[in-house]
């Protein structure tokens, strides 16, 4: 098991930046892929990107590609989410979440763990 705990979130204006930090507890970190989702007010919870175990490999939403990027540092157990560009439907609560199965999954309902999220806010 492995609990995820979300920081750096804020009050941003667009085009502004943010990085968002995810601590992972635990020492089997590297075996998970790790997802960032976002969740805006009266909305469904969203893909935004995630990166594969050993970290050379990552995928993003549409809304998010050549925005934002994903990272991971296994000896630190820490998955990160550099936020360029910030616009503001970024606006969001933004959750991590770590998978134990295959990395082709972008489906929250296939990540197993998830942090407690953090609130990015984007001021226009």
């Known amino acids: 098991q492995v609990q995820l705990v979300e920081s750096g979130g804020g009050l941003v204006q667009a085009g502004g930046s943010l990085t968002l930090s995810c601590a992972a507890s635990g020492r089997t970190f590297s075996s998970y892929v790790m997802g960032w989702f976002r969740q805006a007010p009266g909305k469904e919870r969203e893909f935004a990107a995630k990166?594969?175990?050993?970290?050379?490999?990552?995928a993003y939403a549409d809304s998010v590609k050549g925005r934002f990027t994903i990272s991971r540092d296994n000896a630190k157990n820490t998955v990160y989410l550099r936020m360029n560009s910030l616009k503001p439907e970024d606006t969001a609560v933004y959750y991590c979440?770590?998978?134990?199965?295959?990395?082709?999954?972008?489906?929250?309902?296939?990540?197993?763990?998830w942090g407690q999220g953090t609130q990015v806010t984007v001021s226009s």
């Open positions: 990166i594969s175990r050993g970290g050379s490999n990552t």
């Open positions: 979440a770590a998978a134990r199965g295959p990395y082709t999954v972008t489906d929250a309902r296939s990540y197993d763990y």
